[in-house]
């Protein structure tokens, strides 16, 4: 199978002549794409069926703590607002949804999925 250029046993750090990476593994395509659903704020998020649920788990600073259902079905805690002062730190009010998401972009503010070109 294949001529060895460099002498090193196959998938084991050679010289990569077929542009796969060694051993198997995948590249490092960074996060997945967001698929909706999330708020990457950072600490995890709580999840929840009702509001009752979010009692005490959104950042001290908010006005109030609901329960968000995303779009796959699944609750999670947020901060409730109406303008962007509702909302804690490095967050803003989504317009339409009244709730706080990541400054800079709202609910889909996720890192695109790579190209392939």
Known sequence: GGV???GAP???G???LDGAPPD????DEGPPPDEGGDLDVGAPLT???SDSDCAGE???ESIACVCF???DGSGFCVPECSTDADCPTDMECVDGEGICGPSGGGLDAGTPPPSDF
């Open 47 to 49: 999840d929840c069926s």
């Open 24 to 27: 198997g593994g995948t590249p």
């Open 58 to 60: 959104c950042p001290a």
């Open 69 to 71: 259902v995303g779009f």
């Open 4 to 6: 060895d250029l460099d």
């Open 10 to 12: 196959p998938d084991e």
């Open 14 to 16: 050679g010289v990569d």
